[in-house]
């Protein structure tokens, strides 16, 4: 099993910047893939950032520009950095990583956390 561990979100203003922080620990071979979902009241979930084994990345075309995500390898851990946040990035922000435990690669998902950005 895997376990994530999600920290940073909150109330913000307009233009203003949090941080999202997300780390993984338990029956943990390789990471294939990590990153960020969010989900809307009434939207389906959608990706806003990963980060792929090997350093690619995928960014929605909504953030570009504005939310910067890197990985501490050593800790497993992702950051999302949050720029010039608006009210559209309100949503519940959900950790997600593909993980091979050295039998299949299975998914996960942390317990989300809320971006709230209004004045």
């Known amino acids: 099993q895997v376990q994530l561990v999600e920290s940073g979100g909150g109330l913000v203003q307009p233009g203003g910047s949090l941080r999202l922080s997300c780390a993984a620990s338990?029956?943990?071979?390789?990471?294939?893939?990590m990153g960020w979902y969010r989900q809307a009241p009434g939207k389906e979930r959608e990706l806003v950032a990963r980060?792929?084994?090997?350093?690619?990345?995928n960014y929605a075309e909504s953030v570009k520009g504005r939310f910067t995500i890197s990985r501490d390898n050593a800790k497993n851990t992702v950051l999302l950095q949050m720029n010039s946040l608006k009210p559209e990035d309100t949503a519940v922000y959900y950790c997600?990583?593909?993980?091979?435990?050295?039998?299949?690669?299975?998914?996960?998902w942390g317990q989300g956390t809320q971006v709230t950005v209004s004045s």
């Open positions: 338990g029956s943990i071979f390789r990471i294939n893939a």
């Open positions: 997600n990583a593909n993980v091979f435990n050295n039998y299949y690669n299975v998914n996960y």
């Open positions: 980060i792929i084994s090997g350093g690619s990345l």
